[in-house]
């Protein structure tokens, strides 16, 4: 990485057996739009993308394809609106913590939600 050039962060690529589910959680749990790409579905988050592969996925080594283990972060305008939804789709893990909370997507990767800065006082980082 040059100093001219700092990284940024791409794409978080998730592959699963059970992507209809999975495009369901992030689409009705998150409030992200999905766009149907054939074998794969990509989510649009304003600073990363989110895209969710069938594991069929013939360009990608199948060690790479048949990890689960990433903890997503994702910045949502109402972290209370979208903790209520997740506690309603029994997906949360643990308690609410005013800014931020963690859920399980269907396949058991944890999600971390947590208020944007720009709409609530977020004093720490993730």
Known sequence: MSATHPGRLGPVTVFSARRSEVVR?????????PDDAGEVTWFDTGDAKLAIHDPADRQTPAEVRG???FVVWLGVDDVRVVYERAKAAGATIGEFHGDFFYAKDPEGRFVGFYALEEHHGHDHAH
């Open 67 to 69: 990890q689960q283990a």
């Open 25 to 33: 959680f992030y689409r009705d749990v998150a409030g992200l739009a």
